[in-house]
C-alpha cells in the first residue's frame, strides 16, 4: 500500500515508495504546515490543554491579549459567576472557583447588580434577557444571543452567562455602531465564538495610556474576525477589563493601575479531565495507546475491520477503536523532511558546466 506507515513495537517504519510519491509528500507536508502557521499565527502558545494565549502590541499602539479554549477538548469547563459569588475581584473568582484562565464579566449598577442576564451553576440571577445580549454555556455547546433580539424565555440547557453590549461581529462582519461610546477608543473585554462554537474567544484591550490607546468597537470587531470569530460580544471595559491566569496572575493592566472588583465573571477550567462542560458536538475521548506511540485511540464504536498495517486516518483491529496519527501539521513535517534527505542522498551529484 502507497503511502501507509506501520509502528510496530514503538518505531516508525516507511514504506517503500517512488521518488515521484516522495516529491508529492514532501509538497503536501510543506503545504499543510505553512497552512497550519498561517492560521495558527507566529505568536499562539499553548498554555493549557484545550487553551493558547496570543499576546501582542498592535499599530497604535494598542497591547492586547487574546486567549482561544477549545470547548470540545477533555476537561474543559466554562463557569460563569452564581450571585453567591458576586462583587469581587476577576482574579479571587478565578482562584475560588479553580480556574486556569478568567476575565471580568457584564456590565453593573453601584451596587454590583449586573445590568443584563446572569446565570451561574444552573441559576439565574438576573433575569433580563431583553436589552443586553449575553454569552451562554450548557448542553448544546456555547452561543452569543445579540442585543435587541427578542428573546421569551430562557434557551434550555443553558447553565452559565454573563451579558454584554453591544455585538462587535455578527456573522463574521462587523456591524454599524450608533453609540458614542463605541466610537471612542477604550480598553475593552470582549468574548467571540468561531463559526462552529468550538472555539472561544476571550480578549483583553489595553487603554488609557500612552503604551496603549485602546480599541473602538469596530476595531474590536475586526480583531476578534482576525482572529477567527464569527460572532462577538463587547463586555464591560474600561477599568474593568482584567484577563487573568492561574499561574501568571493578572497579565494587562487595568487603566485603573489596580484591578477593580466587579460583579460578574467568566473562567476557564482545563483540567485535562473528563467530557467538556460546553461543546457543541457530541463529544469522543482520546487517549494516547501506550503500546503504539504516536497513536491516539477514540473510545467510539465503528464497524470491525481486520486491518493489519495502520495508516493516518485509518483504522485497525480490536477493541473497536479508531486509530489517528498524532501532530496533524507537525507529523507531516517530519514525514517531508526525512524523505527529502533520502532523496537528496540518492540522486546523482550534478556538476555545473
Same mark, same amino acid.
Given at each position: 500500500m502507497?503511502g501507509?506507515?506501520?509502528?510496530?513495537r514503538?518505531?516508525?517504519?516507511?514504506?517503500?515508495?517512488?521518488?515521484?510519491?516522495m +516529491?508529492?509528500? !514532501?509538497? @503536501?507536508? #510543506?503545504?499543510f504546515?505553512?497552512?497550519?502557521?498561517?492560521?495558527?499565527?507566529?505568536?499562539?502558545?499553548?498554555?493549557?490543554?484545550?487553551?493558547?494565549? #496570543?499576546?501582542?502590541t498592535?499599530e497604535?499602539?494598542? %497591547?492586547?491579549?487574546?486567549?482561544?479554549?477549545?470547548?470540545?477538548?477533555?476537561?474543559?469547563? =466554562?463557569?460563569?459567576?452564581?450571585e453567591?459569588?458576586?462583587?469581587?475581584?476577576?482574579?479571587?473568582?478565578?482562584?475560588?472557583?479553580?480556574?486556569?484562565?478568567? =476575565? %471580568?464579566?457584564?456590565?453593573?449598577?453601584?451596587?454590583?447588580?449586573?445590568?443584563?442576564?446572569?446565570?451561574?451553576?444552573?441559576?439565574?440571577?438576573?433575569?433580563? =434577557?431583553?436589552?443586553?445580549?449575553? =454569552?451562554?454555556?450548557?448542553?448544546?455547546?456555547?452561543?452569543?444571543? @445579540?442585543?435587541?433580539?427578542?428573546?421569551?424565555?430562557?434557551p434550555d440547557?443553558l447553565?452559565?452567562?454573563?451579558?454584554?453590549?453591544?455585538?462587535?461581529?455578527?456573522?463574521?462582519?462587523?456591524?454599524?455602531?450608533?453609540?458614542?461610546?463605541?466610537?471612542?477608543?477604550?480598553?475593552?473585554?470582549?468574548v467571540? /465564538?468561531?463559526? $462552529?462554537?468550538?472555539?472561544?474567544?476571550?480578549?483583553?484591550?489595553?487603554?488609557?495610556?500612552?503604551?496603549?490607546?485602546g480599541?473602538?468597537?469596530?476595531?474590536?470587531?475586526?480583531?476578534? !474576525?482576525?482572529?477567527?470569530?464569527?460572532?462577538?460580544?463587547?463586555?464591560?471595559?474600561?477599568? +474593568?477589563?482584567? /484577563?487573568?491566569?492561574?499561574?501568571?496572575?493578572?497579565? %494587562?493592566?487595568?487603566?485603573?493601575?489596580?484591578?477593580?472588583?466587579?460583579?460578574?465573571?467568566?473562567?476557564?477550567?482545563? $483540567?485535562?479531565?473528563? @467530557?467538556?462542560?460546553?461543546?457543541?458536538?457530541?463529544?469522543?475521548?482520546?487517549?494516547?495507546?501506550?503500546?503504539?506511540?504516536?497513536?491516539?485511540?477514540?473510545?467510539?464504536?465503528?464497524?470491525?475491520?481486520?486491518?493489519?498495517?495502520?495508516?493516518?486516518?485509518?483504522?485497525?483491529?480490536?477493541?473497536?477503536?479508531?486509530?489517528?496519527?498524532?501532530?496533524?501539521?507537525?507529523?507531516?513535517?517530519?514525514?517531508? #523532511?526525512?524523505?527529502?534527505? @533520502?532523496?537528496?542522498?540518492? +540522486?546523482?551529484?550534478?556538476?555545473?558546466?
Open positions: 502507497i501507509v506507515c506501520r509502528f510496530i514503538g518505531e516508525f517504519l516507511l514504506p517503500k515508495v517512488s521518488r515521484s510519491v +516529491s508529492l509528500f !514532501i509538497f @503536501a507536508g #510543506l503545504v504546515t505553512a497552512g497550519q502557521v498561517w492560521a495558527d499565527g507566529p505568536h499562539w502558545e499553548e498554555i493549557h490543554h484545550g487553551v493558547r494565549l #496570543l499576546e501582542e498592535r497604535g499602539p494598542v %497591547n492586547v491579549w487574546a486567549v482561544a479554549v477549545d470547548v470540545c477538548a477533555d476537561g474543559v469547563e =466554562i463557569r460563569a459567576t452564581g453567591d459569588e458576586v462583587r469581587q475581584r476577576t482574579s479571587a473568582f478565578g482562584r475560588q472557583v479553580g480556574a486556569q484562565v478568567a =476575565i %471580568n464579566g457584564g456590565f453593573y449598577e453601584p451596587d454590583y447588580s449586573p445590568t443584563g442576564f446572569a446565570m451561574g451553576g444552573g441559576q439565574v440571577w438576573s433575569d433580563d =434577557i431583553t436589552a443586553h445580549g449575553f =454569552i451562554g454555556f450548557g448542553e448544546g455547546g456555547p452561543n452569543i444571543w @445579540a442585543p435587541r433580539k427578542r428573546i421569551d424565555e430562557i440547557g447553565s452559565e452567562a454573563v451579558g454584554g453590549y453591544d455585538s462587535v461581529a455578527v456573522a463574521g462582519e462587523v456591524p454599524e455602531f450608533h453609540q458614542r461610546f463605541c466610537g471612542e477608543r477604550h480598553p475593552r473585554t470582549v467571540g /465564538l468561531s463559526r $462552529d462554537r468550538e472555539t472561544l474567544y476571550l480578549g483583553a484591550v489595553d487603554g488609557r495610556s500612552d503604551e496603549s490607546r480599541m473602538t468597537c469596530e476595531e474590536l470587531g475586526q480583531w476578534m !474576525i482576525e482572529l477567527g470569530a464569527w460572532e462577538a460580544l463587547n463586555l464591560d471595559g474600561g477599568g +474593568s477589563t482584567t /484577563l487573568w491566569m492561574e499561574d501568571r496572575g493578572v497579565v %494587562n493592566q487595568p487603566s485603573a493601575g489596580v484591578e477593580r472588583v466587579v460583579s460578574n465573571h467568566l473562567a476557564v477550567i482545563a $483540567d485535562g479531565q473528563g @467530557a467538556p462542560s460546553s461543546c457543541p458536538r457530541e463529544w469522543v475521548e482520546e487517549v494516547v495507546d501506550d503500546d503504539e506511540p504516536g497513536l491516539v485511540i477514540e473510545d467510539v464504536e465503528i464497524a470491525p475491520a481486520v486491518v493489519e498495517e495502520v495508516s493516518n486516518g485509518g483504522e485497525r483491529e480490536g477493541g473497536g477503536r479508531r486509530c489517528s496519527a498524532i501532530g496533524g501539521g507537525a507529523a507531516w513535517w517530519w514525514i517531508g #523532511l526525512v524523505l527529502l534527505v @533520502a532523496l537528496r542522498r540518492s +540522486s546523482p551529484e550534478i556538476v555545473a558546466d
